[in-house]
């Protein structure tokens, strides 16, 4: 990959309360990185809010995982939203049109509403879901990140401090499992991957196994 282009995200997770016609809304927004991390997302806030009259999610993530081949801000997105119950069209599709709006990816939100008696007609909904974004995303701040990929470097015991001292010293996310070998899972800008690659097999004489 060549000149990997920094993408737009929520700073951080946040969450913005307010009211319309006595009915509360609740808009929760988080920076996520798959699929699978924006759905747990919005099972958390369902959980939470699981007496809600709706809880409507929406979110943009890359369609797989973060890897060599597919690095997270690079990959395809996969959008998605629901109207939990709302009229079709008044609720996820306002949330989602926001994150778009916004160029915002790796983002995950969700809308709750406990509804307070009186009837908001479809535009009046698509309004609030759309505030409730907002104001949440307004609430976490939006950075630029750079694109990442992640590779797992597989060596034996013998080599696995020369491996972890090269992760340490690049400053690199990563997570290491001791079983029969070890094991690193890395996170690295896509734009020093291949550079870091070099250095671990030059320093293990090429013992090391990347995937």
Same mark, same amino acid.
């Given at each position: 990959?060549?000149?990997?282009?920094? #993408?737009?995200?929520?700073?951080?997770?946040?969450?913005?309360? #307010?009211?319309?016609?006595?009915?509360?809304?609740?808009?929760?927004?988080?920076?996520?990185?798959? @699929?699978?991390?924006?759905?747990? #997302?919005?099972?958390? @806030?369902?959980?939470?809010?699981?007496?809600?009259?709706?809880?409507?999610? *929406?979110?943009?993530?890359? *369609?797989?995982?973060?890897?060599?081949?597919?690095?997270? &801000?690079?990959?395809?997105?996969?959008?998605?939203?629901?109207?939990? &119950?709302?009229?079709?069209?008044?609720?996820?599709?306002?949330?989602?049109?926001?994150?778009?709006?916004?160029?915002?990816?790796?983002?995950?939100?969700? @809308?709750?509403?406990?509804?307070? &008696?009186?009837?908001?007609?479809?535009?009046?909904?698509?309004? *609030?879901?759309?505030?409730?974004?907002?104001?949440?995303?307004?609430?976490?701040?939006?950075?630029?990140?750079?694109?990442?990929?992640? #590779?797992?470097?597989?060596?034996?015991?013998?080599?696995?401090?020369?491996?972890?001292?090269?992760?340490?010293?690049? &400053?690199?996310?990563?997570? *290491?499992?001791?079983?029969?070998?070890?094991?690193?899972?890395?996170?690295?800008?896509?734009?020093?991957?291949?550079?870091?690659?070099?250095?671990?097999?030059?320093?293990?004489?090429?013992? @090391?196994?990347?995937?």
């Amino acid at each position: 990959m060549s000149d990997p282009q920094p #993408f737009r995200t929520v700073a951080s997770r946040a969450r913005a309360t #307010f009211e319309i016609r006595r009915s509360e809304f609740i808009g929760y927004i988080a920076p996520v990185e798959t @699929v699978e991390e924006a759905a747990a #997302f919005v099972d958390e @806030v369902r959980n939470r809010h699981a007496d809600a009259t709706h809880n409507v999610p *929406a979110y943009r993530v890359p *369609a797989g995982e973060p890897s060599r081949s597919r690095p997270t &801000g690079e990959a395809m997105l996969r959008e998605y939203a629901s109207d939990d &119950g709302e009229p079709t069209g008044s609720a996820g599709k306002p949330a989602l049109n926001v994150l778009v709006q916004q160029d915002l990816r790796n983002v995950a939100a969700v @809308v709750t509403r406990y509804y307070g &008696g009186t009837n908001l007609g479809v535009g009046g909904l698509a309004r *609030a879901y759309s505030r409730g974004v907002k104001e949440a995303i307004d609430a976490a701040g939006i950075t630029e990140r750079v694109p990442h990929e992640q #590779f797992t470097a597989t060596v034996e015991y013998d080599d696995s401090g020369t491996v972890r001292g090269i992760l340490e010293s690049a &400053g690199v996310e990563f997570d *290491a499992t001791y079983e029969s070998e070890v094991s690193f899972s890395v996170r690295v800008p896509i734009d020093a991957a291949a550079a870091l690659r070099e250095r671990l097999n030059d320093a293990t004489s090429g013992r @090391v196994a990347i995937e």
